[in-house]
């Protein structure tokens, strides 16, 4: 029922939002969605309901409405809700702001949806409508560039869910439901279980995105309006690890381990290629997407090993990575607010004009590249170590992101906030604070007590001690 | 044969003499230009009616006509379809083409339920003939493929000594098989290839729907029931054929969809690419009728719904043409949306659970490779279904709709939406449709 309810939820106050009497509301309501699906989604595993709701929807095919949110999803679910709410709270005005703000509750609903899912159908439903209302955001409200931008993602994603359609429709055929708790209880024999693990991931290798499939996303960033970015740098990239966790992993454990020295590779290079292009970037959107861009591929490498440290890590390091990316992107949209751009050629000496701004960027910045206390470091650690265990030298190649990520951290904060100043802006608003603080803050809570995460991760994501047979 | 089965036969003979009455009407009166739309419309629901009244029985003229499950649901099919394409164009169309795709429509209908090669051969002919006066450029392959089908049908008669279709699976001679292989060529042209080229004076979108929508039903039709007689054959791999010829029309039509820069004309070699999807479910022989059911029932109400909209922009020869017409008629935009994102096949519509229907049946029948060309292959028919999108939701001063957004297209878009949501009922439909 809770599972229903979360999903519920944001697009009941989409509905509501369309309502005239409260045109001029809207913001304010989109952002009561954000927190209350957080709430609900730290709440719900403990409240006394029933956990998980299992109808037919078209038993024929093999499709039913099956959707659980056990605590593994619900991490996910409270830190999208959270984000969600955080980068709404720091918008700016747009235009048909009606409009926007309901197929933003509707996009959350989409996302949150997808986490809840266990039937593999359900969940391409959800996806696809994420990605949908997603481009149709950028389509419409993005900026110069947005229709290139628009087409891209949904390419990518109709390649992506092709792939995954082929998938489950086999699955269909060999077990005549698609409910993922009746394919794990009934799972395929190992020899069989390679092309559908490889099929299943190049599908979220796209959506991820892993390394050769990232123009979408760096695409988004620069001509999408700054939530979609986040949503889909964030949100939908974390949709694609939970889903290589829960299925790929979960369902094809013999497979993956057989295909994932090639998919590890690909992240690992993907990670240091993410960092050294984001310490050549100028316009902080581009950086933004590209930090996005090498974090995910952390977080993938962890994923992709298979390892039980691994998994754990690339939880973290997907919680983590959202909640520093928000606060990272609001971030540099108050740096835009203040120096007219987005770019660092018109940022400069910021950190005499607004110390806190300066200060805050700051450590937001450095928690991302993992300082030793923030969720990132515990993150970074957990997925190297897992990593090691079974590929070195991936491991290897994932180290040296470390000091990649360094550069674009220093690069960054020295050309926008030192110097010689450019522009003269007053400091952060208090909302803008109480935005990025909070972030800031559960970001070293975390840090400090990461199991609160990496216990969460559930027993049938996590390789078995026997082999199943 | 006796004539007391002549009875049955009433669909057929409400559309030719709904057609006569059009025709008389026009000559005699000349009445305003919607009379002979609407005559058209309430013969084909008509019928519709009498096909559903009639259900199933026992065989006509000794098992030459079907009343079988197939039958029955396929008339109504067409003669619904017909009777949604005409009223497209309701106020445009001449009462020349409603009487000519009158006759057409009953052709459709003695096609699928024929159980006989002369009743085939006399169907296509029907079907095809009319259209051929509509049209002007078109006209050579249709009649090709109509010419195809009837030597076909002579040839398997002579090769067999019976004109039945049960009596197909025996044909060993060269000249039993060269005349199938002809068939099976000429129905295929008839489902796949001919393409909505309509030069009516004042273009309408009826008879670009009727090719698109009943003309591509029938074919495949046609091709259930060989297929269905050709089962049990040892001789010939038919099955690999189709197999092929479905890959093969799906990637072609979806590329070919991609370049075309006409919002009708995308429409239209989409719809091929729907045809070669169906022919996927073919694949699976006796088992397909089900799926090719439930897959031509969503096709045809996603398919006259778009064109309808479609139709409602007559000046939008080019993609560009429609930039803006999502900021002045957003209702219009996200019905059209709706239909496209449905014929693209995403969930939760029809067309996505139409299309996991086919794909779920391919890869039983052991065809995983068709199940992935076929699913790479949708990525580019539904780019080619949202260029159309975007263009709408694009910026600048195109074209305006023309009159206020119909019942039917409305009832379109809700009935995609909610058919994918509670597939149930339809599933349950077609369970029963055997060839």
């Known amino acids: 029922m809770i599972a229903t309810a979360v999903i519920a939820l944001p697009l009941a106050l989409a509905v509501v939002s369309l309502l005239p009497p409260l045109a001029r509301r809207t913001r304010p309501l989109t952002v009561v969605a954000g927190l209350a699906v957080a709430v609900l989604g730290f709440t719900g595993p403990m409240l006394p309901v029933r956990a998980s709701v299992h109808a037919p929807w078209a038993p024929i095919l093999g499709l039913s409405y099956a959707v659980e949110l056990d605590a593994f999803a619900a991490i996910f679910v409270a830190a999208t809700g959270l984000v969600f709410a955080a980068v709404v709270a720091s918008s700016d005005r747009i235009g048909h702001a009606r409009a926007y703000h309901a197929l933003l509750s509707v996009l959350l609903a989409a996302l949150v949806g997808a986490f809840v899912a266990r039937d593999l159908a359900l969940f391409l439903l959800f996806w696809e409508l994420a990605l949908a209302i997603a481009a149709l955001l950028i389509s419409q409200w993005g900026g110069v560039g947005r229709s290139d931008a628009a087409v891209r993602v949904l390419v990518t994603a109709l390649v992506g869910s092709a792939l995954y359609i082929v998938v489950i429709v086999s699955l269909a055929v060999a077990r005549g439901s698609l409910d993922s708790d009746v394919l794990r209880a009934r799972p395929l024999p190992a020899s069989a279980q390679l092309l559908p693990a490889v099929l299943l991931c190049a599908a979220f290798l796209v959506t991820l995105p892993v390394l050769p499939f990232q123009s979408w996303l760096i695409r988004a960033f620069v001509a999408g309006p700054r939530e979609v970015a986040l949503l889909l740098g964030a949100g939908l990239s974390s949709v694609a690890l939970y889903a290589v966790m829960r299925l790929c992993v979960g369902l094809f454990p013999q497979g993956m381990s057989v295909a994932a020295p090639a998919f590890v590779a690909l992240a690992a290079v993907g990670t240091l290629y993410g960092a050294v292009i984001a310490s050549r970037q100028d316009d902080l959107r581009r950086l933004a997407a590209f930090v996005a861009f090498s974090t995910i591929n952390l977080a993938a490498v962890g994923a992709f090993s298979g390892t039980e440290v691994g998994l754990r890590g690339a939880t973290l390091a997907a919680i983590s990575r959202e909640i520093l990316l928000t606060a990272l992107v609001v971030a540099i949209a108050c740096v835009a607010r203040r120096s007219g751009a987005a770019s660092l050629a018109r940022a400069g000496g910021l950190a005499t004009s607004s110390p806190r701004l300066a200060t805050l960027t700051t450590v937001t910045v450095l928690a991302l590249v993992g300082i030793p206390g923030s969720s990132a470091f515990a993150a970074d650690y957990l997925v190297l170590a897992g990593a090691y265990e079974r590929f070195p030298t991936a491991a290897a190649v994932v180290a040296i992101v470390i000091i990649a990520s360094a550069i674009w951290a220093a690069r960054t904060l020295r050309r926008a906030f030192h110097g010689p100043p450019l522009a003269h802006a007053g400091d952060l608003r208090w909302r803008e604070t109480a935005i990025i603080l909070p972030l800031l803050l559960l970001s070293l809570a975390i840090g400090v007590v990461p199991r609160s995460i990496t216990d969460r991760v559930p027993a049938d994501v996590l390789p078995a001690l026997e082999a199943p047979r | ?435």
């Open chain 2, 1 to 435: 044969m006796n004539g007391a089965d002549l009875p049955l036969l009433v669909p057929e003979l409400v559309l030719l003499a709904g057609a006569a009455v059009v025709t008389a009407i026009d000559r005699i009166w000349r009445t305003d230009a919607f009379v002979a739309p609407l005559i058209g419309v309430a013969s084909a629901l008509a019928a519709a009616a009498a096909a559903s009244v009639a259900g199933i029985g026992h065989d006509l003229f000794g098992g030459a006509v079907r009343r079988d499950s197939a039958t029955l649901f396929f008339s109504v099919l067409t003669a619904t379809s017909t009777a949604a394409a005409l009223a497209i164009g309701v106020r445009q169309v001449a009462p020349r083409t409603v009487a000519l795709l009158l006759v057409s429509c009953s052709g459709a209908i003695v096609i699928v339920a024929s159980g006989d090669l002369g009743v085939l051969a006399l169907g296509v002919t029907v079907m095809v003939l009319p259209l051929a006066l509509l049209e002007s450029r078109g006209r050579l392959i249709t009649l090709g493929a109509a010419g195809l089908v009837v030597v076909g049908a002579i040839d398997l008669a002579l090769a067999t000594g019976s004109s039945s279709l049960s009596a197909l699976d025996v044909v060993a001679t060269p000249l039993g098989s060269a005349g199938l292989a002809l068939l099976l060529a000429g129905l295929v042209m008839i489902a796949g290839v001919v393409s909505p080229r309509s030069h009516a004076p004042v273009d309408t979108g009826t008879s670009d729907a009727y090719v698109a929508v009943v003309v591509r039903i029938a074919g495949l039709g046609a091709l259930m029931r060989v297929g269905a007689a050709l089962a049990s054959s040892a001789v010939i791999d038919w099955r690999a054929s189709i197999a092929v010829i479905a890959a093969v029309s799906v990637i072609v039509a979806s590329l070919v969809a991609l370049g075309q820069t006409s919002p009708r004309r995308i429409l239209a070699y989409a719809s091929i690419a729907q045809a070669g999807y169906a022919a996927v479910a073919l694949t699976a022989g006796f088992a397909s009728g089900p799926t090719a059911a439930f897959f031509l029932a969503a096709f045809a109400l996603m398919t006259v719904g778009a064109l309808a909209l479609i139709a409602r922009l007559p000046s939008a020869a080019r993609l560009g043409d429609l930039r803006g017409v999502a900021r002045r008629r957003p209702l219009f935009v996200l019905a059209l949306g709706t239909l496209l994102l449905a014929l693209a096949g995403l969930p939760p519509s029809i067309g996505f659970v139409a299309k996991l229907y086919v794909l779920e049946l391919a890869v039983g029948a052991q065809l995983a490779w068709l199940a992935l060309i076929a699913a790479l292959a949708s990525v580019l028919s539904a780019v080619a279904y949202l260029r159309i999108l975007f263009a709408c939701l694009g910026e600048g001063d195109g074209v305006r709709p023309r009159g206020r957004i119909d019942a039917i297209e409305v009832l379109a878009a809700v009935v995609a939406v909610a058919a994918g949501l509670v597939p149930g009922p339809l599933l349950g439909v077609v369970q029963n449709v055997r060839f």
